[in-house]
């Protein structure tokens, strides 16, 4: 990659709207857009300047090795030098009228960004534009015949990486923050974005470090009485590393939820309340409810956000004996369904007395995590439904397996409790929800986990009495995944994927 290109883009994403922004990075970034501007006022850096977009009369002969800065201004104005009060040199584009043979296109707003206080460190002007996909367009066009480059997908947020403003945990956060589908989501790739999780790895990485240096010191000085580090304090020093690293890596489970979502199973016998209990969920109609068993054919699916997390909820056809081919199938996916999901409900219809089919289900359910929903309580009035209510109860060696709810979907009795022990087990029992800078990331938790297995090498290498030429290099190899979260020492093949997954314009 060129970093001293002026490259181009729309920033904004494809189709009509309102507004439009062209986003153009680079040393040559305000000589290309002068041409086609006409401003109120000069354009300085961090403010923003009503013009015109026009088509230009013709184009400027300029050199390679012409610097923007160097542009002569004719009567009708154009880039000019502007030294700041900390002394950098900038360029401004200054006001002027519109020649008579240039033609209005658009009334736009246009926002310069002086290096080094960009995004990308570069020269940044961005023009808005209204939302017209044929005038975005021109932009672009007009800026590439003065000699702008299109940009790659994540060209933008690759040169701030490359060029020293964030490193590449921010950078992967700035994606996750533009795919985010919940405000939470877009919190903690927020919080990834300032630094959460380079700032929980630093202070490891500085211990690391501290212990090579000091079996560093210990081999290169061995002549002048440096004394050796003695295994037991080796071995500390790697537990000490250890800790944190697991609790890292442990984070994964819920970061995992809290980036890719849950699936939710509901599951059950026919007519328990099934599509009734996932409609209260998704609290609208989505599901077709009757009175007749086995109304639910097919897997019916809403995605819904539980606290900022989404959920995607299954609901899925009563599971019995078949009375036909299409209710066979319907039952077959189902129970794929069950065995798919990170999480599953079994409804039981808590007026009725627990039968064989309910047990089962709640045995099968047991393998993965599960809550059992004792559906229809606005039933138990009844002398029937209390003694319903008292068949449902587990047997001794099922008790404990998996938490209770009982809810009604008529009154919305229980719901409440429901998402709460649904949120419960999202976050599990180590309270991750309350961290920051918990691993979002697939690529990150293998690294940090190769991280943890050349450390667990260079404990069994401490008991083996290996020469601490050889313990270092484990050590080196625990270091080295651990630059590669942050981009210190990642691959260009590793950078190349990471970004060709951004938009073009970011």
């Known amino acids: 990659m060129n970093l001293d290109d002026t490259i181009v883009a729309i920033a904004t994403p494809t189709g009509r709207g309102g507004v439009g922004i062209v986003r153009l990075a680079g040393p040559q970034a305000c000589a290309i857009a002068e041409p086609m501007l006409r401003l109120k006022h000069a354009l300085d850096p961090g403010r923003a300047v009503v013009g015109e977009l026009v088509e230009p009369e013709g184009s400027i002969d300029r050199s390679q090795n012409e610097s923007p800065a160097r542009v002569e201004t004719a009567a009708r104005g154009g880039a000019t030098e502007r030294r700041s009060a900390e002394g950098t040199t900038t360029a401004t584009i200054s006001p002027r009228t519109r020649a008579p043979r240039e033609q209005r296109i658009d009334e736009v707003v246009v926002t310069y960004f002086a290096k080094p206080h960009s995004y990308t460190t570069d020269d940044i002007v961005e023009i808005s534009a209204h939302g017209s996909p044929v005038v975005l367009r021109h932009i672009v066009e007009l800026s590439i015949d003065r000699g702008a480059r299109l940009a ?78 003695p295994d037991a304090a080796i071995l500390e020093h790697i537990a000490a590393l250890r800790t944190p690293l697991e609790q890292l890596a442990a984070s994964f489970a819920y970061g995992k939820i809290v980036y890719q979502g849950l699936t939710l199973a509901i599951v059950g016998r026919p007519n328990v309340g099934k599509s009734s209990l996932f409609n209260r969920l998704v609290e609208r109609e989505r599901a077709i409810v009757t009175a007749t068993p086995g109304t639910t054919r ?18 899925t056809a009563g599971i019995r004996r078949a009375l036909d081919e299409a209710e066979s199938i319907g039952i077959r996916k189902s129970m794929e369904a069950l065995a ?24 099968q359910a047991a393998q993965r995590s599960s809550i059992v929903v004792e559906n229809k309580s606005d039933l138990l009035a009844s002398p029937k439904g209390v003694m319903g209510a008292m068949l449902t109860q587990p047997p001794k060696e099922q008790r404990g397996r998996a938490p209770r709810i009982r809810t009604s979907t008529v009154t919305a009795e229980g719901i409440a409790e429901l998402r709460a022990e649904i949120l419960r087990h999202i976050a599990g029992e180590s309270g991750a929800a309350e961290e920051t800078g918990f691993l979002t990331n697939v690529r990150h938790q293998g690294l940090v986990r190769d991280s943890l297995s050349a450390l667990e090498t260079a404990r069994i290498a401490v008991a083996n009495r290996v020469p601490h030429e050889m313990l270092l290099l484990d050590l080196y190899n625990a270091l080295g995944p651990l630059d590669a979260i942050t981009g210190a020492t990642t691959k260009d093949d590793i950078l190349n994927l990471i970004f060709s997954t951004f938009c073009i314009g970011k």
Do not use: C, W
């Open 298 to 315: 097919d897997l019916v699916s809403e995605t819904v956000g539980l606290d900022g997390i989404p959920v995607k909820l299954v609901d």
């Open 152 to 229: 790659e997908p994540g060209e933008f947020t690759m040169r701030a990486f490359l060029q020293g403003r964030i490193d590449l945990t921010q950078a992967e956060a700035v994606r996750d923050l533009i795919d985010s589908q919940t405000l939470y989501q877009a919190k903690v790739a927020a919080q990834q974005l300032d630094g959460a999780l380079s700032q929980r790895l630093q202070p490891i990485k500085q211990k690391l470090v501290e212990l090579i240096a000091l079996l560093e010191a210990g081999i290169d000085f061995a002549e002048d009485d440096v004394s050796v580090t």
């Open 340 to 363: 798919d999901a990170d999480l599953v409900l079994v409804v039981l219809d808590g007026s009725q007395p627990a039968s064989a089919e309910d047990d089962e289900l709640i045995n």
